[in-house]
């Protein structure tokens, strides 16, 4: 009897849970994210879920409390790094560095995702791209001795800048 009323209390909390609110929002994408052609697609397999505005919401992320998981996971991610607000002027290479140093030590993708999105494991192919792609962040902010990168220390746009004042090339 006692086992039936239990039953019977679970049930109805289980249902009782389900009116709990919850944010499953995409906002709009506001300033996507460009990475370089070898590296887009991986971000978006294994990251956009969590760090983006564009997440696919599985279907159990409308049953709670595992809603309340998933919700936090995309809320979470995105306020660390949202690869659809990228800030004007904010370092790419930074991020490079940072998503690496992540992967390397097996924090990113969350283990607790990837036993639900088994496409979303990064193969060796994927983590030689990440990890290239940092190396590149790495060397092209390099303080000294990096060649001529899309990234310019300070000290060469100075330079480049009395240059042009001394050709007399004002705008
Ligand atoms: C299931 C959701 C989820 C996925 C998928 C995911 N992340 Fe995260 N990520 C988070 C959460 C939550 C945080 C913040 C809390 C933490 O650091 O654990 C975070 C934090 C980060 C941070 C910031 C770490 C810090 O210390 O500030 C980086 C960088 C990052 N993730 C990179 C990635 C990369 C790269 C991928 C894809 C290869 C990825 N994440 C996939 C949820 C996710």
């Given amino acids: 009897m ?7 209390l679970v049930v109805l909390a289980f249902l009782a849970i ?4 919850v944010d499953r929002s995409n906002p709009p994408v506001k300033a996507a994210f460009a990475a370089p052609p070898e590296v887009q697609p991986i971000l978006e397999r294994s990251c956009y879920d969590c760090h983006s505005n564009q997440t696919r919401w599985p279907w159990y992320s409308r049953v709670a409390p595992v809603s309340w998981m998933v919700t936090r996971h995309v809320r979470e991610g995105r306020e660390h790094l949202n690869f659809s607000e990228w800030e004007a002027g904010a370092e790419a290479g930074e991020v490079a560095k940072e998503a690496w140093k992540e992967v390397e030590a ?3 993708p969350l283990p607790s995702y990837l036993l639900s999105h088994p496409s979303a494991r990064l193969s060796q192919a994927d983590r030689d791209a990440l990890k290239n ?3 590149k962040a790495a060397a092209e902010s ?3 001795g990096s060649p001529a990168g899309t990234a310019r220390t300070e000290k060469a746009e100075h330079k480049e800048r009395e240059e042009h004042h001394g050709e007399g090339h004002h705008e």
């Fill in 2 to 8: 006692i086992l039936r009323w239990l039953l019977a």
């Fill in 142 to 144: 390099a303080p000294e």
């Fill in 133 to 135: 792609w940092a190396a």
């Fill in 106 to 108: 097996g924090k990113m």
């Fill in 18 to 21: 389900q009116f709990v609110p």
